[in-house]
């Protein structure tokens, strides 16, 4: 078992910046993949951003150079800078992971959750 705990998430203006942090705790290595999702009122979840483990990161088209994810496989936490926020990045907001270490670029179907935390952007 793998356990994720967010913190981080809050309200902020537009333009504003967040950082969300994921700290994995249990069974969780860096043979996992591990990342942020996301998931607006009436939405789909889906990806933010995720890392292999090993180095390979991917981001969702809309946060590419505004948001930045970072991993610390000796403290085992997941860091997402967010940086010009806008209203459309309110969520809820996910740290996930797998290990299966491909999937978590290619699928919102991973195995570990956190609970989730809020963020919420006014304009």
């Known amino acids: 078992e793998v356990q994720l705990v967010e913190s981080g998430g809050g309200s902020v203006q537009a333009g504003g910046s967040l950082t969300l942090s994921c700290e994995a705790s249990?069974?969780?290595?860096?043979?996992?993949?591990i990342g942020w999702f996301r998931q607006a009122p009436g939405k789909e979840r889906e990806r933010v951003a995720s890392?292999?483990?090993?180095?390979?990161?991917k981001y969702e088209d809309s946060v590419w150079g505004r948001f930045t994810i970072s991993l610390d496989n000796t403290k085992k936490t997941l860091t997402l800078q967010m940086h010009s926020l806008t209203p459309e990045d309110t969520a809820m907001y996910y740290c996930?992971?797998?290990?299966?270490?491909?999937?978590?670029?290619?699928?919102?179907?991973?195995?570990?959750w956190g609970q989730g935390t809020q963020v919420a952007v006014s304009s």
């Open positions: 996930a992971a797998d290990p299966r270490s491909w999937r978590c670029h290619t699928t919102t179907d991973l195995t570990y």
């Open positions: 249990g069974d969780y290595n860096r043979d996992y993949c």
């Open positions: 890392s292999d483990g090993y180095g390979s990161v």
